[in-house]
């Protein structure tokens, strides 16, 4: 869960402490230097946390502080609570619009905020929900068409819908629902997947729209060097060592990556030990 939105345990029984007209206040910005660095506080003596390559867009909270260094300003990035001076951000007159993914596989939803508040039903994992507001640790959610309240440890937050490296657990557990999905040519839905239909799907789920085609998603997001890849990137294969990208699959960790295979559907294959994703392994990008 982010810091940022987690309340501390002393305040988390006050009901109405943190509400939607708080979540209003964040934006939209965009790096505007090439190099950005991110502190862990509101000065250039505070530590860098992170740099960011220009045009890079965070979720810039509404708070900021004015010192000798000028204005700072809080922002999310990455999952971590972060200070970027003011000089290097753009900020956009849109408001970023705060949506959650359920992260547990059976999550009750609740006409209060409360464990004795009655059951209105239940959210799956990878269902995206509106969050309107936050109560102690409880969001405010949209549920059939009226209000209901969702524990906060089950869902993981994005803005705008762009993803955070800190949502990655919830892409990978919303991937690994389709295991054993058939392999279907065009496929788009979980009725059966191709391989480019699977990852779109995935990740829409997270905010993130990907092209239609492997090769055309190998054109979005940033290269990853050979062997640094992390958790929710996407590694791009030819065929029998054709030309050109023919085959897409989600990044799981330990070589391992998951993807609809025109054999097996949705299943794991190892990137470091199969001999033939070896041979036939071209790029990788990460994109958030």
């Given at each position: 869960?982010?810091?940022?939105?987690k309340?501390?345990?002393?305040?988390a029984a006050?009901?109405?402490?943190?509400?939607?007209?708080?979540?209003?206040?964040?934006?939209?910005?965009?790096?505007?230097?090439?190099?950005v660095?991110?502190?862990?506080?509101?000065?250039?003596d505070?530590?860098?946390?992170?740099?960011?390559p220009?045009n890079?867009?965070?979720?810039v909270?509404?708070?900021?502080?004015?010192?000798?260094?000028?204005?700072?300003?809080?922002?999310q990035?990455?999952?971590?609570?972060?200070?970027?001076?003011?000089?290097?951000?753009?900020?956009s007159?849109?408001k970023?619009?705060?949506?959650?993914?359920?992260t547990g596989?059976?999550v009750?939803?609740?006409?209060?905020?409360g464990?004795?508040?009655?059951?209105?039903g239940?959210?799956?994992?990878?269902?995206?929900?509106?969050?309107?507001?936050?109560?102690?640790?409880?969001?405010q959610?949209?549920?059939?068409?009226?209000?209901g309240?969702?524990?906060?440890d089950?869902?993981?937050?994005?803005?705008?819908?762009?993803?955070?490296?800190?949502n990655?657990?919830?892409?990978?557990?919303?991937?690994e629902?389709?295991?054993?999905?058939?392999?279907?040519?065009?496929g788009?839905?979980?009725?059966?997947?191709?391989?480019?239909g699977y990852?779109?799907y995935?990740?829409?789920?997270?905010?993130?729209e990907?092209?239609?085609?492997?090769?055309?998603?190998?054109?979005?997001g940033?290269?990853?060097?050979y062997?640094?890849w992390?958790?929710g990137?996407?590694?791009?294969?030819?065929?029998y060592?054709?030309?050109?990208?023919?085959?897409?699959?989600?990044?799981?960790?330990n070589?391992v990556f998951?993807?609809?295979?025109?054999?097996?559907?949705v299943?794991?294959?190892?990137?470091?030990?199969?001999?033939?994703?070896?041979?036939?392994?071209?790029?990788?990008?990460?994109?958030?």
């Amino acid at each position: 869960m982010n810091p940022f939105i987690k309340l501390a345990a002393s305040t988390a029984a006050i009901i109405g402490v943190f509400t939607s007209s708080a979540l209003a206040n964040y934006s939209v910005g965009t790096a505007t230097g090439s190099n950005v660095n991110l502190r862990s506080g509101a000065g250039t003596d505070q530590p860098i946390v992170a740099t960011v390559p220009l045009n890079t867009q965070i979720t810039v909270m509404g708070n900021n502080s004015a010192n000798g260094d000028g204005t700072w300003l809080q922002a999310q990035y990455d999952g971590q609570v972060v200070w970027v001076s003011g000089m290097y951000v753009s900020l956009s007159p849109e408001k970023a619009t705060l949506t959650g993914l359920v992260t547990g596989s059976s999550v009750n939803v609740r006409s209060g905020a409360g464990t004795d508040q009655a059951i209105l039903g239940q959210q799956t994992r990878g269902d995206n929900v509106a969050i309107h507001g936050q109560f102690g640790p409880w969001y405010q959610i949209t549920y059939r068409d009226g209000i209901g309240y969702i524990h906060s440890d089950y869902v993981s937050l994005s803005y705008n819908g762009l993803p955070s490296r800190g949502n990655t657990g919830a892409l990978i557990g919303f991937a690994e629902r389709f295991l054993g999905t058939p392999y279907i040519y065009g496929g788009t839905t979980p009725r059966g997947f191709d391989c480019s239909g699977y990852t779109q799907y995935v990740f829409r789920q997270m905010g993130y729209e990907l092209n239609r085609t492997a090769a055309a998603q190998s054109t979005q997001g940033t290269p990853v060097a050979y062997g640094e890849w992390q958790p929710g990137d996407l590694l791009f294969f030819r065929y029998y060592g054709g030309p050109g990208i023919n085959h897409v699959g989600i990044y799981v960790g330990n070589g391992v990556f998951i993807h609809s295979s025109s054999s097996s559907g949705v299943r794991y294959n190892n990137v470091l030990s199969d001999n033939y994703y070896i041979n036939n392994y071209v790029t990788a990008r990460r994109y958030f």
